[in-house]
């Protein structure tokens, strides 16, 4: 158990619809990663929350949007979905977000879009 | 940033040890390499890093060359647990980039 909590678990959902997928990093941990991983792409690289501020981007689509809130919880919103969106979303979370910096991954959510 | 390379798959016996190489020849003097696991679809799990020097673990033992140019992860005794896919990876700064990795399969 790596600390980092994400819900929901499993989401099921239809093109053009919008879901929030969301991520409790580990206590004490100040940045905030997600990640995308579907079948013919691998692990993504999104973006990077720290404390509340946008620290990275990668590549992220205009459709999907993310924050972190005081709490430091993030959520990543999903709209307009498509078919090619069905993935598992992951979050991790480092103690300061700077650089080489260990990651902690959470379990994930799967996303399916019909 | 530096590319890793790893082999597609490996096999490993039970109770014996797994070695997973990696290259990374194009590795800059100031970058880690990391090692991450991911059984099945859950999250990857972190295993060790280092810089230059061997790290061990309760997890693992890394070997990384005098040039830096390569390394490899040792599972002492592998267990069938540990059949997962094994990433190595060499982050330019804040962002994680994982290829597609070693899956290793520890067999009975």
């Known amino acids: 158990d790596s600390g980092v909590t994400q819900t929901p678990k499993h989401l099921i959902t239809a093109t053009g619809q919008r879901v929030t997928l969301r991520c409790s990093p580990r206590s004490g941990d100040l940045s905030v990663y997600w990640y995308q991983q579907s079948l013919d792409q691998g692990l993504q690289f999104l973006i990077q929350?720290?404390?509340?501020?946008?620290?990275a981007k990668g590549n992220i689509l205009e459709r999907f949007s993310a924050q972190q809130f005081p709490d430091l919880h993030s959520e990543l919103n999903l709209s307009s979905l498509e078919l090619g969106d069905s993935a598992l979303y992951f979050c991790?979370?480092?103690?300061?977000?700077?650089?080489?910096?260990?990651?902690?991954f959470g379990p994930g959510t799967r996303l399916l879009v019909l | 940033d530096a590319k890793t390379t790893q082999p597609t798959s490996m096999d490993c016996a039970e109770g014996r040890a797994a070695n997973l190489p990696c290259n990374h020849s194009?590795?800059?003097?100031?970058?880690?390499v990391y090692w991450y696991r991911q059984i099945h679809s859950q999250g990857p799990q972190y295993i060790i890093h280092?810089?230059?020097n061997n790290e061990t673990n309760e997890m693992a033992s890394l070997i990384i060359t005098e040039d830096r140019k390569s390394s490899t992860l040792i599972l002492p005794h592998a267990t069938l647990r540990d059949t997962a896919v094994y990433y190595c990876?060499?982050?330019?700064?804040?962002?994680?980039?994982f290829g597609p990795g070693t899956r290793l399969s520890v067999l009975p």
């Open positions: 280092g810089l230059k």
């Open positions: 194009t590795i800059s003097g100031n970058e880690y």
């Open positions: 929350y720290y404390n509340g501020e946008e620290r």
């Open positions: 990876i060499v982050p330019p700064g804040q962002n994680f980039v």
């Open positions: 991790a979370s480092s103690v300061t977000g700077g650089l080489w910096e260990t990651q902690y």
